[in-house]
């Protein structure tokens, strides 16, 4: 965790396809009626990429297309030109090549050269993950100015059927795509600070296993409990049950660690997974009237949701100096956990 050490964001945005995908739309695809898509997840439409088609027609925009239009909103909400970008820390689960990497792209086309850049593969946690790096090279000097990008689009791997397993139908009616970005820079008064950032692995003896995988080439292989040869794999059931509980325990360590409680807190930041939120946070104890959704017009969005969700409060005049906002999420493909406090400027 990064005790005694803040670092500033200077610019944030977020980046949704132009294509909006309501509950009918899907119903039609997968097999599940609207309804009840509405009713498991709180969601009435999200954004996708690819066209809602039976045939595998290729996306109108790519992933590179939608990090990069939320990286340029974010350096230019920053202030400053891409030539002042530093360094690069891209993170997806769904990168469009094995190489070049997210990163490469995004900086071509923003028209970048010569800074340091990488890419982290990491789903939910990605946020914390990125963030956290940054943060140790802001630390150490080396860079002054970091541009975290994550971005996720999951449809372009959906094979919509009735006839595929009920959980897989379910998580093509769950997800959306989506990006977000922010520049991050050494601790400024008049900006949003953000400290004790973590992320930790689950080094738990009763390691749940993998709930949630995805593959672009159809496999022999799966995890327990998923068929093999399917192009994706989302234990529900296990996820409900392990995520909230490792949510609750990334947001107790960022209070542990930074001295403060729920009462301090004005603003639950968590990852947009899936519906009945509210009802599951005041299940686990945690604050349900400070937990701010936004997956009823998005969908889970994977690696940028907790972004895109901050980027929307800001636009919405939500946040306000003086505000204290508490970020955690977990990740079911990995079971890690991670968080992190922002002073809102």
């Given at each position: 965790?990064?005790?005694g050490?803040a670092?500033s964001?200077a610019?944030?945005a977020?980046?949704?396809?132009?294509?909006?995908?309501?509950?009918?739309?899907?119903?039609r695809?997968v097999?599940i009626?609207a309804?009840?898509?509405?009713e498991l997840?709180?969601i009435?439409e999200?954004?996708w990429?690819?066209p809602?088609s039976?045939?595998?027609?290729?996306?109108?925009?790519?992933?590179a297309?939608?990090?990069?239009?939320a990286?340029a909103?974010?350096i230019?909400?920053?202030g400053?030109?891409?030539?002042?970008?530093?360094?690069?820390?891209?993170?997806?689960?769904?990168?469009?090549?094995?190489?070049p990497?997210?990163?490469y792209?995004v900086?071509?086309k923003?028209g970048?050269s010569?800074?340091f850049?990488?890419s982290?593969?990491g789903?939910?946690?990605?946020?914390?993950?990125?963030s956290l790096?940054?943060?140790?090279i802001?630390?150490?000097g080396?860079?002054r100015?970091?541009?975290?990008?994550l971005?996720?689009?999951?449809s372009p791997f959906?094979?919509?059927?009735?006839?595929?397993?009920?959980?897989?139908?379910m998580?093509m009616a769950?997800?959306?795509?989506?990006a977000?970005?922010m520049v991050?820079v050494p601790?400024?008064?008049?900006l949003?600070?953000?400290?004790?950032?973590f992320?930790?692995a689950?080094t738990?003896?009763?390691?749940?296993g993998?709930?949630?995988?995805?593959?672009?080439?159809?496999?022999?292989?799966?995890?327990s409990?998923?068929?093999a040869?399917?192009p994706?794999?989302?234990?529900?059931?296990r996820?409900?049950r392990e995520g909230?509980?490792?949510t609750?325990?990334?947001a107790r360590a960022?209070l542990e660690?930074s001295?403060l409680?729920?009462?301090?807190?004005?603003?639950?930041?968590t990852?947009?997974?899936?519906?009945?939120m509210?009802?599951?946070?005041a299940e686990?104890g945690l604050?349900?009237?400070?937990?701010?959704?936004?997956i009823?017009?998005?969908?889970?969005?994977?690696?940028?949701?907790?972004?895109?969700?901050?980027?929307e409060?800001?636009?919405?005049?939500?946040?306000?100096s003086?505000q204290?906002?508490?970020?955690a999420?977990?990740?079911?493909?990995t079971w890690?956990?991670?968080?992190m406090?922002?002073?809102?400027?």
């Open positions: 965790m990064t005790r050490f670092i964001i610019g944030l977020s980046a949704l396809p132009l294509r909006r995908v309501g509950n009918e739309v899907v119903s695809l097999g009626p309804g009840r898509i509405r997840f709180d009435e999200r954004g990429t690819r809602p039976l045939s595998l027609e290729q996306p109108d925009e790519s992933l297309d939608l990090a990069a239009r990286a909103a974010a230019a909400d920053a400053i030109e891409p030539r002042d970008i530093d360094a690069i820390i891209a993170a997806s689960t769904t990168s469009e090549y094995v190489a990497a997210l990163d792209l900086q071509r923003l970048c010569g800074e850049a990488c982290l593969h789903a939910c946690t990605s946020l914390f993950r990125a790096l940054a943060a140790r802001i630390e150490s080396t860079s100015t970091v541009l975290i990008v971005a996720d689009a999951v959906f094979v919509f059927g009735h006839d595929h397993p009920k959980d897989l139908r998580s769950l997800y959306g795509d989506g977000a970005a991050l601790e400024r008064a008049a949003p600070r953000a400290s004790h950032l992320v930790r689950n738990r003896d009763d390691d749940p993998i709930a949630l995988s995805w593959q672009r080439v159809a496999s022999t292989r799966a995890p409990g998923g068929e040869g399917a994706a794999y989302h234990d529900f059931r996820v409900l909230g509980k490792l609750l325990a990334a960022v660690h001295g409680s729920f009462d301090d807190i004005d603003h639950l930041l990852h947009q997974a899936t519906g009945n509210r009802r599951v946070a686990l604050p349900a009237e400070k937990l701010r959704i936004n009823e017009h998005v969908g889970n969005t994977l690696a940028p949701s907790i972004l895109i969700l901050l980027d409060l800001r636009r919405q005049g939500q946040l306000e003086g204290r906002l508490l970020l999420s977990a990740e079911s493909a890690s956990y991670g968080g406090l922002i002073d809102w400027a």
